[in-house]
């Protein structure tokens, strides 16, 4: 069964530290992964996306990596602000299907 | 409308009654998701609609659940005797091609669901 999971489960910074969160997936054959940002009580809006051959990608402070041998990836959070409050939600594709695999997510809170 | 649509926004329902939730996609987009995320839980995948393909409905949870794309544009996901279990927020997702060719899914507010 495809999986992806993902680590912490929720994790509180103080505004202005850097944070990292980890996305481990059993997805395969892999087409591509994404990190989304869901603020409360909306849906889920896309931050990067990132394909087999690469290895990062950067959208302004966050920064995604993948490392599709060991099927690992983390999106890098610098000089975070409040409004980084939000569950991250990585989101692998396969290439057999249209349906993707979410992870449960990471619930980051910063404090001021 | 320059996003997903779903609607209603919350919707409360007495246990055994049917609810219908409305999906608007964005205009032209051929694949269709639906979604549920129970709180504080992750997204849970219910039903895919891409084209004039047949639906791919592995995920949804029982016969009461069952959902239609007319004309391959709005969708209803309907939920017939209802349950307390049903509870959740309902989201719809819609992109231009299959995610599976890297084309990002736009999701709509979602439909809070209460069943009392």
């Known amino acids: 069964k495809n999986q992806v999971e993902q680590s912490p489960q929720s994790l509180i910074i103080l505004e202005g530290k850097n944070c990292t969160l980890q996305c481990n997936y059993t997805v395969s054959p892999f087409s591509n992964l994404r990190w989304y940002k869901q603020d409360t009580g909306r849906g889920p809006v896309s931050l990067t996306i990132m394909t087999f051959s690469e290895n990062t990608k950067s959208n302004g402070r966050y920064t995604a990596t993948l490392d599709a041998d060991t099927k690992q990836s983390s999106l890098h959070i610098t000089a975070s602000q409040l409004s980084d409050s939000a569950s991250y939600i990585c989101?692998?594709?396969?290439?057999?299907?249209?349906?993707?695999?979410f992870g449960d997510g990471t619930t980051l809170t910063v404090k001021p | 409308g320059a996003g997903v649509s779903q609607s209603p926004s919350n919707k409360v329902t007495e246990k055994g009654k049917d609810v219908e939730l409305r999906c608007d996609p964005i205009?032209?987009?051929?694949?269709l998701y639906w979604y549920r995320q129970s709180l504080g839980q992750g997204l849970e995948f219910l039903i895919y609609f891409q084209g004039n393909s047949a639906p791919d409905k592995s995920g949804l949870p029982s016969d009461r659940f069952s959902a239609e794309r007319t004309g391959g544009s709005v969708s209803t996901l309907t939920i017939q005797r209802t349950q307390q279990e049903d509870s959740a927020v309902y989201l719809c997702a819609s992109s231009l091609e299959p995610t599976v060719r890297g084309t990002e899914a736009f999701f709509g507010q979602g439909t809070r669901l209460t069943v009392v």
């Open positions: 989101v692998v594709t396969p290439t057999n299907a249209g349906k993707s695999t």
């Open positions: 205009s032209g987009h051929t694949a």
